[in-house]
């Protein structure tokens, strides 16, 4: 049984993936980067799963492999979405992808 | 409810035989109307069918009339005998049945309606023959006569505006016959439009009725009338009755709903004999005598019936003396006629209207169908040379005295009938009308000008009657030398009516003869039982005629005033030569006056329709409809949509994705705080 007290530094960690990953969605321009700053904020929180399914049983471990099968199946679409954008742009800078600006 | 009870104990059951077959009457033209109707559309060159089919309806209905008739004067029946065929329309505890009622006044009506109408159907056999619409025009034809029948055998208010509102769409439908003619489809919406505006009326009556009588069945209003008799005079009776009188004025043609009626004349002349003379115009009277115990509960509006009537009666004879129209003139006589028929029935004497309804529905026929056989023989002759010239304008006629004969003959005595002069039919009618108008003058002086209207309508109606005959079949013929040739008698389907009616308009009088000539009064106390509810009111009461020496007196001045007007007409009519439209000279003074009608057209036009387009077409067309519709509401919508609320959406769209997760981290970092509370 682990102990109790790993719960406060592993949220703590949580936390601090979680706004390093927000942080890189924000401020970086290249698509892989603010992909992979995604799958950070989703460890995060599989990080924060783990930790509190200490406490409230095992719901929070079996949520964890849900995270982490729809995050494989995000990274195959996603990196086939960024692979088609470079084709078509020979670029995966974001700031050139906006079509949609009204 | 009591009411509805009340209603059922004073009604009796149907007793079978020929009263029990009278649905007979109405299903039988609506027979002959659908296979017209079938006809018009599919084979509209059977005309043998059409030719057998649309008189023989009208005639086996009026066979079923008269043995319903016979039926019910050897039965002394004191309630009227109602016939519940279905229930039309249960609403909560509003409920009307489709029912036929059958008393001594449905009976009349229905008599004079098929008798006459099945006439004027044979006399149209010969008179449309030619026409390429025949099967259509007596598919219109019995579903008129449908309609009328219903009107005079409903046995609620409701039931008879179904006939009401159903006269007149055949009205406009046979106006407007000839619809290829723009100035005949106008004519057609003219007649339906002002008589919208009496059937408003009509409608706030019944509304009214409704409300405090919580019942439209005629036994059941006859009975809540009786069982207060402390209304009588009441603001609620005198309003019921004078909105209902709104409708009769548009149905019948009186002032200031009148002027339809003359521009109804664009229809067939048969149309205008049964339709526009003899039936539907008196509808209006039939529902005041319907209605006879509250108008009788309403003194003041009676009084307003029988000053509608007795201005309407000199006003429209008046202009009857300068029409060249032969059936204009007529058309102006028919609402003066009518006048008469109010008066009658204003003053209470209500028996005199239906005497007067009769004997006006005979000889009145009879002229407009002499009218057009004179028209028909006229047209034919025109026709032979190809010539283009007006056959119904009387300056073209003159001198048909020889040629149709049997025409003249019959004519001459409808306008002695017309005129007053004794023994035809018309001077017992018009006789009693005015003397009990007189009579009443001794309670309501009012009265004495309603008679002095009258007899200056009576000296009227002789003048530009015996002007119509002179200038039509006196003098010499103005029709042209070629076309003289051509002009003679029709043929018998069209002249056996005019004699049946031309009898009619001699012995009509007889059904109500009075006793001063040794007659029995016989329609007075055949009508009594429908009567007597009004008969029992104070202003049913106070209804004595005149008797003794006065009774003399008016009669002699009826005759001398129907004689010197027949004097009078001939002789003016015959002094000098009548001009050609061409050669005619100017009207002028107070004839163009009357030849223009007053110009009461083209009043209305300018104070009614015109300020009425104005606002349809200013007001609510371009400022509301185009303005505030269109623009504002649909434009104006469309116009925030795409350039306030677009162009700040849009703007939220930058491209920057980095600006689209703040937004959204914002948002859902909101979201949760909300969640936490």
Not at chain 2, 266 to 288: K, N, R
Not at chain 2, 631 to 638: D, E, H, R, T
Not at chain 2, 641 to 667: D, E
Request: aromatic letters at 12%.
């Amino acid at each position: 049984m682990p102990q109790a007290s790993f719960i406060g530094p592993s949220l703590a960690l949580s936390a601090i993936l979680f706004s390093i990953g927000v942080a890189g969605v924000l401020l970086r321009r290249n698509a892989i980067i603010v992909f992979m700053c995604v799958e950070i904020m989703l460890n995060a929180v599989n990080l924060a799963f783990i930790a509190l399914a200490q406490l409230h049983g095992v719901g929070g471990q079996v949520m964890v492999f849900f995270v982490m099968t729809v995050a494989a199946a995000e990274a195959a679409v996603g990196l086939a979405i960024i692979l088609a954008i470079f084709r078509h742009r020979q670029s995966v800078d974001l700031q050139n992808t906006n079509l949609l600006k009204g | 409810m009591t009411l509805s009870l009340l209603a059922q104990a004073g009604e009796s059951a149907s007793p079978g035989g020929a009263i029990g077959l009278l649905w007979l009457t109405i299903a039988l033209p609506l027979a002959g109307f659908v296979v017209n109707g079938w006809l018009s559309v599919r084979r509209s060159r059977a005309k043998a069918v059409v030719s057998f089919v649309g008189p023989a309806v009208l005639f086996a209905s009026f066979a079923v009339a008269l043995a319903a008739f016979l039926q019910l004067q050897g039965m002394h029946a004191e309630a009227p005998i109602v016939q519940r065929l279905w229930s039309w329309l249960p609403v909560g505890n509003f409920r009307i049945d489709l029912a036929l009622q059958y008393d001594q006044l449905s009976a009349v009506m229905l008599l004079v309606v098929t008798g006459v109408g099945s006439f004027i159907h044979l006399f149209s056999v010969g008179y449309m023959r030619s026409d390429e619409g025949y099967a259509r025009y007596f598919a219109y034809l019995n579903l008129f006569v449908v309609f009328m029948l219903v009107l005079v055998l409903g046995s609620s208010y409701p039931v008879l505006f179904i006939g009401w509102e159903g006269v007149g769409l055949a009205s406009y439908l046979l106006i407007g016959f000839w619809f290829n003619d723009k100035a005949n489809a106008d004519a057609g919406k003219k007649a339906f439009i002002v008589n919208r505006i009496g059937d408003f009326g009509f409608l706030i009556a019944m509304f009214l009725l409704w409300n405090a009588a919580g019942t439209l069945d005629f036994s059941g209003v006859t009975a809540w009338a009786s069982a207060n008799p402390g209304l009588a005079g009441s603001g609620l009776v005198t309003a019921i009755a004078l909105f209902m009188f709104l409708g009769c004025a548009g149905k019948s043609a009186q002032i200031p709903l009148y002027t339809w009626l003359p521009d109804a004349m664009a229809g067939p002349t048969p149309v205008s004999a049964l339709i526009h003379a003899a039936t539907m115009v008196t509808a209006g009277v039939y529902l005041v005598v319907r209605s006879n115990v509250i108008f009788a509960m309403s003194p003041v509006a009676s009084t307003v019936v029988a000053g509608v009537g007795a201005l309407t009666a000199l006003f429209a004879a008046t202009i009857g003396l300068r029409q060249y129209d032969i059936k204009k003139v007529l058309a102006y006589s028919t609402v003066s006629q009518l006048g008469y028929m109010f008066v009658g029935v204003g003053t209470g004497a209500y028996v005199a209207g239906i005497f007067h309804l009769v004997t006006h529905a005979f000889f009145k026929a009879l002229l407009f169908l002499g009218a057009g056989a004179v028209i028909h023989a006229m047209h034919a002759a025109y026709h032979a040379t190809h010539s283009h010239a007006d056959a119904q304008d009387m300056r073209n006629m003159g001198g048909l005295r020889k040629m149709l004969p049997v025409t003249w003959w019959m004519m001459l005595l409808a306008t002695l009938a017309i005129a007053g002069i004794p023994p035809f039919a018309g001077f017992f009618s018009k006789d009693e009308i005015l003397a009990l108008a007189f009579a009443r003058g001794a309670e309501q002086p009012v009265f004495y000008v309603f008679y002095g209207f009258g007899l200056l309508a009576a000296l009227l109606t002789a003048i530009y009657m015996a002007r119509l005959m002179a200038m039509t079949f006196l003098g010499t013929n103005r029709t042209g030398a070629e076309e003289q040739k051509h002009l003679h008698d029709s043929p018998p389907s069209m002249t056996i009516p005019l004699i049946v009616l031309g009898v009619l308009s001699v012995i009509g009088g007889a059904v109500n003869l009075p006793h001063l000539v040794g007659g029995h009064q016989w329609l007075d106390r055949w009508l009594e039982p429908v009567l007597k509810p009004a008969a029992e009111t104070a202003f049913g009461r106070s209804l004595h005629g005149p008797e003794g020496s006065t009774e003399y007196l008016l009669v002699a001045i009826a005759v001398l005033v129907g004689i010197i007007g027949l004097v009078i007409g001939f002789r003016a009519t015959l002094a000098r030569p009548v001009p050609t439209p061409e050669a005619a000279p100017a009207e002028r003074g107070f004839a163009r006056v009357l030849l223009n009608k007053y110009w009461v057209d083209e009043l209305y036009d300018r104070v009614v329709v015109r300020p009425f387009v104005w606002v349809s077409r200013a007001l609510l067309w371009k400022a509301t409809d185009k303005g505030l519709i269109d623009g504002a509401l649909v434009n104006g919508s469309a116009w925030l949509s795409r350039s306030v609320l677009g162009k700040a959406g849009s703007l939220l769209q930058n491209g920057q994705i980095g600006f689209y997760v703040i937004v959204f981290l914002v948002g859902a970092l909101w979201i949760l705080r909300v969640m936490a509370g």
